[in-house]
């Protein structure tokens, strides 16, 4: 009976040291699962992240990288901004924006301007107002599968129109000042490419009416009329002043082809340059203008596409810089305040 008890016993201990060992080792192995679980989801949320970043929208804002006259090939697919150019009198919003997760965008291009100068703005004189109103749609991520190149095209269309006066001296005195309007139907196919994330070439060719306006002599023109009191013998003399243009004023057809380059040394990131080259046909005169012009553009910084500020120095055409340089050479600021901007995780 005691064997027997002690036997018993025995067998009692060495199934709970099973047992215990088997807990054991199943706990181990449970700490090393949840430890394993731990470090492939930290691993899934960095990928993650990276992820993220890889897919964060390089654009804050569009761009005023543009010439005297506000034209310009290169048109951002995402992002918006309020800009001012000096030498055009005029005051832009510009906005693109995806459509859902696809690679269109949407974009709207509306400029108000005054065809007398920025100064008129400001001054008592009469202005000539005008204003473009361009809707955009266009394609990106044109070269998915490549880290050095990022390419789209834009389609803009839309309507460009102003009004001013002309002076013609030969006519009879009550038409010598006659106001003229201006309309025309604008449409342009452009193709964007972004290299390295810091240079930017694009190129566009269009349809618009224009017109010689800026070309022509400025000219103001004073009204004076004396109001005499019988009773008194008083006189009194007002005067009203008018801005006008004087010469021979001409609309034409015109196909405009646009060349931009924009690119932002490795070493001074906040600091851009930007080249361009204009070349225009007119269908009614069969000859080409040529014009070009440089300037340097202060950048937001992080940002290499989004400009805040610039100086840009311009030859109009070519052929008729040395009949008038004054005329033919411009320097045009610019400057603008980007929105849309998109913050990296």
Known sequence: MKNSFILTFCVIVF??????????????????????????SETVDAIKEEVV??????????????????KSAIFLPNGGTFGLNIADGSIRL????????????????????????VL??????????????NGVIGVKELFRKSDIFDGWIALKAGYEGSAFKLYNPDSAFSKQITKTTFNSFVTSLSFNLKIHGNKLLAVS?????????????DIELIDKKIITDSATNTTR?????????????KAFQQIPINLDY????????RIGFYHYWRNAYSIEDKKFTNGFGTGIYLLKKNHPLSSIAGVVFEVKDITKL????????????????????????
Do not use: C
Request: glycine letters at 8%; zero cysteines; charged letters at 20%.
């Open 15 to 40: 199934n709970s040291t099973i047992t215990f060992a088997q807990n054991t080792r199943t706990d181990s192995l449970l700490m090393k699962i949840d430890t394993s679980l731990t470090k492939i």
């Open 53 to 70: 970043e890889e897919k964060s929208k390089p654009f804050t804002g569009q761009s005023m990288f543009e010439d005297s006259k506000g």
């Open 94 to 117: 510009s906005f693109a924006q995806n459509v859902s997760t696809s690679p269109i965008f949407l974009g709207l291009d509306v400029s108000g301007k005054t065809n007398d100068g």
């Open 120 to 133: 008129s703005l400001i001054s008592k004189g009469n202005i000539s107002p005008g204003a473009k109103v």
């Open 205 to 217: 060719v269009g349809y618009q009416k224009s017109n010689n306006y800026s070309d022509l002599d």
């Open 237 to 249: 003399t007002y005067e009203t002043k008018t801005k006008a243009k004087v010469g021979d004023y």
């Open 262 to 269: 924009f690119w932002t040394p490795k070493n001074l990131p």
């Open 322 to 345: 040395s009949e008038n340089y004054g005329k033919g050479f411009v320097v045009n600021i610019v400057a603008s305040y980007n929105f849309g901007f998109t913050k990296r995780k």
